[in-house]
């Protein structure tokens, strides 16, 4: 059956086919619908895990005991996974391991635009990359082949594009996949000095396995067509080329690392001209101008960004393509901002309100750095933003620290926001952190984590209690409040960043996207009582609009949860009538 | 229906993802090879959302470049502007009239252009337009905005309605069939 699949689907549907048995994650755009998707076959054992990292560890000890494991992340994930895969590289798997990592080229919503590719060469994995849904899916059958053949590791490299399209694909049938018998073998498995210096050594002779394998791999095609131009590329960049070049030559590479040094060789003497289409780093130019082949990459095309076939056709071929424009018209932009109803939105008005140094992090949150609250100072990786409000503190002092507080959310504080709220604790900080518990992850699309009470099946579990959890890591001060709850909210901060010890204050509401969130239907604002002071409008509602002779509401996007209502002084915001 | 490139431009949260992937299911109904492209993540909360289905025998790249798209169908009247440049020389705009105003305009930054239908009419051959949220609210679901525009593309892709009906009934949640339904033949009486 033929269907039309987002390229995370397909990865999914893919290792459902090779029968996959526990499937980990942590959400993060683009690679999160992967694990979603799995998590609708039954047959496969599937998590959110509170990280990559022990996303990671957990589909390691599950292909050493014997199961098909994929654990899934974008790509700055990867950093956080970084330390465990650099190590299960030398010990190997038994059961096939498959490491799926999504880069944003352009970034279209992370903090960081970096290249995968140089970890597949740093902690010497072989890496494979699709080029669109159908390869998604073959791929990674292809993959977990080569996993279990090779005992590696493979990761398999996503980018935007290809995660988040939906192109065709042909639905096959889940592969019987026994467990593979577990020994025990400490000199495998057991990674100290003595043991390690010889798996090294079985890594070494496996990369030359494997990259005499790329060769003869179908994974790496050549596509001949005009031998004037060949075009040696990847992944999303290859449809991107075909566009461009229309019928010249391509080695279409699937097995990216490490590379067919041979076939490299026989494709470049066969063609005139050789150019080398890869988004990002040049990685493939790099390699292939030592073995001594000359090629047209990176001196004509940029190392950040996303591609496109109009860019090639720019940067390659000189021409200017484009529509109609018209002309003289000031195109206002439009930024992402918080929903109607954010539950941060009362957050934010209060630190504004207190002009505080806010040490940010990644979430939704993320958005209130943005006009027009711009309340954020810092935003650097998950769960930085307790570790370097200490450090702000530590650098500047007391006066300074009163004035700073860490934001972040329920998931990240879980991710990597613990570690540093507990460095603050054992080395005699004074942090005022807030953590928002909106009961979900929100940013990513409504995942569910260890504080929410449910796994990813949607089957209840136990909870986290933040209180007691910040209580057992050594934090006395911890508040429970309300953030629309303005008044209240307001004294608790400014006590809290006064007091002499580290504190936390948890600000509860529930995303306003959940299903069961409820609020009381469209406000309305009174003309006869309004005063144009647009005090309601400092919250940044994208609901409220000023329309030059009267302030109102949009009833179309207002969900009424009257947060407005509470900072207008004159009672001018009242709920809209039938 | 032949090769053609459709844009799909408005508002996160104005529902252009389940509306790229009914005209998506439609294109696999009729044998087409299909590429939809979706943007997730920040765009989501407000921001500017477009999505690109390319229907064709063979399709490489999913992106529509400058000048590329056959039809854009823009939820909103600024997005309509902002993305009009995509058009085909003789490609078909399809506007609903719906003004959201961003950020930078809420708070006074700057402004939101006046005349936008009649600069985009003025400039481009064949521009349709409608009010779909004043129909999808007679319907009884504002929600439904996308459905409306839905239909009017059927109307103007000329393939047969009952393609479109059954796309619908597979991808729209089961409890909302029924006001979908209904939304997408007011949009497609209006083409
Ligand atoms: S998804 Fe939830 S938490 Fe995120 S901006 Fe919207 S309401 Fe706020
Ligand atoms: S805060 Fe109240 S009085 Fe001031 S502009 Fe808004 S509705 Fe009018």
């Given at each position: 059956?033929?269907?039309?699949?987002?390229?995370?689907?397909?990865?999914?549907?893919?290792?459902?086919?090779?029968g996959?048995?526990?499937?980990?994650?942590?959400?993060?755009?683009?690679?999160?619908?992967?694990?979603?998707?799995?998590?609708?076959y039954d047959?496969?054992?599937?998590?959110w895990s509170p990280n990559?990292k022990?996303a990671?560890?957990?589909?390691i000890?599950?292909a050493?005991a014997?199961?098909r494991a994929?654990?899934?992340m974008?790509?700055v994930?990867?950093?956080?996974a970084?330390?465990?895969?650099f190590?299960?590289?030398y010990?190997?798997?038994?059961a096939?391991l498959?490491?799926?990592?999504?880069?944003d080229?352009?970034?279209?919503?992370s903090?960081?635009e970096?290249?995968?590719r140089m970890y597949a060469?740093a902690?010497?994995?072989?890496?494979v990359?699709?080029?669109?849904?159908?390869e998604?899916k073959?791929?990674?059958?292809?993959?977990?082949?080569?996993?279990?053949k090779f005992?590696?590791?493979?990761i398999f490299?996503?980018?935007?594009?290809?995660?988040?399209?939906?192109?065709v694909v042909?639905?096959?049938?889940?592969?019987?996949?026994?467990?593979?018998?577990y020994?025990k073998d400490?000199?495998?498995y057991?990674?100290m000095p003595a043991?390690?210096r010889k798996?090294?050594?079985?890594?070494?002779?496996?990369?030359a396995?494997?990259a005499?394998?790329?060769?003869t791999t179908?994974?790496?095609?050549?596509e001949?067509?005009?031998?004037?131009?060949?075009?040696?590329?990847?992944?999303?960049?290859y449809q991107?080329a075909?566009?461009?070049?229309?019928?010249?030559?391509?080695?279409k590479?699937?097995?990216?690392?490490?590379l067919?040094?041979?076939l490299?060789?026989e494709?470049?003497?066969?063609?005139?001209?050789?150019?080398v289409?890869?988004?990002?780093?040049?990685?493939?130019?790099?390699?292939?101008?030592?073995?001594g082949?000359k090629?047209?990459?990176?001196?004509l095309?940029?190392v950040?960004?996303?591609y496109?076939?109009?860019l090639?056709?720019?940067?390659?071929?000189g021409?200017?393509?484009?529509?109609?424009?018209?002309e003289?018209?000031?195109?206002?932009v439009?930024p992402p901002?918080?929903?109607?109803?954010c539950p941060h939105?009362g957050?934010?008005?209060v630190?504004?309100k207190l002009?505080?140094t806010?040490?940010?992090?990644i979430g939704?949150?993320?958005?209130?750095a943005?006009?027009?609250t711009?309340?954020?100072d810092t935003c650097?990786?998950?769960?930085?933003s307790i570790?370097?409000?200490?450090?702000?503190?530590?650098?500047r002092?007391?006066?300074f620290?009163?004035?700073?507080?860490?934001?972040?959310?329920?998931?990240?504080?879980?991710?990597?926001?613990i570690?540093?709220?507990?460095?603050?604790?054992?080395n005699?900080?004074n942090?005022?952190?807030i953590?928002?518990?909106?009961?979900?992850?929100?940013?990513?699309?409504?995942q569910?984590?260890?504080?929410?009470?449910?796994?990813?099946?949607?089957?209840?579990?136990?909870?986290?209690?933040l209180v007691k959890?910040c209580?057992?890591?050594?934090i006395?001060r911890?508040?429970v409040v309300?953030?629309?709850n303005i008044?209240?909210?307001?004294?608790t901060?400014?006590?809290e960043i006064e007091a002499d010890?580290?504190?936390?204050?948890?600000s509860?509401?529930p995303?306003?996207l959940?299903?069961?969130?409820?609020?009381?239907?469209?406000h309305?604002?009174?003309?006869?009582?309004c005063?144009?002071?647009?005090?309601?409008m400092?919250?940044?509602?994208?609901?409220?609009?000023?329309?030059g002779d009267?302030?109102?509401?949009?009833d179309?996007l207002?969900?009424?949860?009257?947060?407005?209502?509470?900072?207008?002084?004159f009672?001018?915001?009242?709920k809209a009538?039938? | 229906?032949?090769?053609c490139?459709i844009?799909?431009?408005?508002v996160g949260?104005?529902?252009?993802?389940?509306?790229?992937?009914?005209?998506?299911?439609v294109?696999?109904?009729?044998?087409?090879?299909?590429?939809?492209?979706?943007?997730?993540?920040?765009?989501?909360r407000g921001?500017?959302?477009?999505?690109?289905?390319?229907i064709?025998?063979?399709?490489?790249?999913?992106?529509?470049?400058?000048g590329?798209?056959?039809?854009?169908?823009?939820?909103?009247?600024?997005?309509?502007?902002?993305?009009?440049?995509?058009?085909?020389?003789?490609?078909k705009?399809l506007v609903?009239?719906?003004k959201?105003?961003p950020?930078?305009?809420?708070?006074?930054?700057?402004k939101?252009?006046?005349?936008?239908m009649?600069?985009?009419?003025?400039n481009?051959?064949?521009?349709?337009?409608?009010d779909?949220?004043k129909?999808?609210?007679?319907?009884?679901?504002i929600?439904?905005?996308n459905t409306?525009?839905?239909?009017?593309?059927?109307?103007v892709?000329?393939?047969?309605?009952?393609v479109?009906?059954?796309?619908?009934?597979?991808?729209?949640?089961?409890?909302?069939?029924?006001?979908?339904l209904?939304?997408?033949?007011?949009?497609y009486?209006?083409?």
């Open positions: 059956m033929k269907k039309l699949m987002l390229g995370n689907e397909a990865v999914a549907r893919g290792a459902y086919e090779a996959v048995r526990v499937a980990t994650a942590y959400p993060g755009t683009p690679s999160t619908e992967i694990t979603e998707s799995i998590a609708k047959e496969v054992y599937c998590e990559e022990v990671l560890e957990v589909a000890g599950s050493i014997g199961g994929i654990c899934s974008k790509h994930g990867l950093n956080v970084a330390d465990p895969l190590t299960v590289s010990t190997g798997v038994n096939g498959v490491i799926m990592v999504a880069d080229p352009g970034m279209h919503s903090q960081n970096q290249d995968s060469k902690a010497k994995v072989p890496m990359e699709p080029a669109d849904s159908r998604c073959e791929y990674v059958k292809a993959a977990f082949e080569i996993s279990e005992d590696t590791p493979v490299r996503l980018s935007t594009r290809i995660s988040h399209s939906q192109s042909e639905i096959g049938e889940r592969e019987d996949v026994p467990l593979k018998e020994k400490p000199e495998k057991v990674m043991m390690a798996r090294h050594v079985a890594v070494e002779s496996r990369m396995a494997l005499e394998f790329s060769n179908p994974l790496n095609r050549i001949w067509g005009s031998t004037d131009i060949g075009v040696i590329t990847s992944g999303i960049a991107y075909r566009e461009a070049f229309g019928d010249v030559s391509y080695l590479l699937g097995m990216i690392y490490p067919p040094d041979k490299i060789k494709f470049s003497e066969k063609v005139k001209v050789l150019y289409i890869e988004e990002l780093e040049p990685f493939f130019e790099e390699h292939i101008r030592k073995l082949i090629v047209i990459g990176k001196d095309l940029p950040t960004g996303e496109s076939a109009n090639i056709r720019e940067k390659v071929f021409k200017q393509i484009g529509g109609k424009k018209i003289g018209v000031q195109v206002p439009r901002v918080m929903c109607p109803g939105r957050m934010f008005y630190l504004n002009k505080l806010v040490s940010g992090d939704c949150y993320t958005l209130g943005l006009p027009p711009q309340a954020m650097i990786c998950m769960g930085a570790g370097a409000a200490h450090g702000m503190e530590k650098a002092g007391r006066e620290r009163t004035k700073t507080v860490a934001i972040l959310g329920d998931s990240t504080f879980v991710h990597s926001g570690t540093g709220l507990i460095d603050v604790v054992y005699k900080g942090s005022t952190v953590i928002l518990d909106n009961s979900i992850t929100g940013m990513t699309g409504h569910h984590n260890p504080t929410t009470g449910f796994t990813i099946k949607g089957e209840p579990t136990k909870q986290v209690d959890l209580n057992a890591v050594g006395d911890v508040k309300d953030p629309f008044k209240e909210f307001e004294k901060v400014k006590e010890e580290p504190s936390v204050i948890i509860q509401r995303c306003a959940l299903k069961h969130v409820k609020f009381e239907g469209p309305r604002i009174v003309i006869e009582k005063r144009k002071c647009k005090m309601c400092r919250i940044g509602c994208p609901a409220i609009v000023d329309m009267h302030i109102e509401i949009n179309a207002c969900v009424g949860c009257g947060l407005c209502s509470k900072v207008c002084n009672d001018a915001i009242e009538g039938e | 229906m032949k090769k490139n844009m799909i431009v408005g949260g104005q529902g252009t993802l389940l509306a790229s992937r009914i005209i998506g299911n294109a696999l109904k009729q044998n087409y090879d299909v590429k939809v492209s979706e943007v997730h993540g920040m765009s989501q921001g500017s959302v477009v999505t690109y289905v390319k064709g025998d063979k399709v490489y790249s999913p992106i529509i470049e400058k590329e798209a056959d039809i854009i169908m823009a939820f909103e009247m600024l997005e309509a502007l902002r993305w009009a440049e995509y058009l085909k020389e003789d490609g705009l609903n009239e719906q959201i105003n950020m930078p305009v809420i708070i006074g930054k700057e939101y252009p006046e005349n936008i009649q600069m985009l009419k003025e481009y051959k064949n521009v349709i337009s409608l779909a949220l129909i999808a609210r007679e319907c009884k679901n929600k439904a905005v409306v525009l839905i239909g009017l593309l059927a109307k892709l000329e393939i047969d309605k009952e479109w009906i059954e796309s619908i009934k597979e991808v729209v949640p089961s409890k909302a069939v029924d006001v979908n209904k939304a997408f033949e007011e949009g009486s209006r083409g």
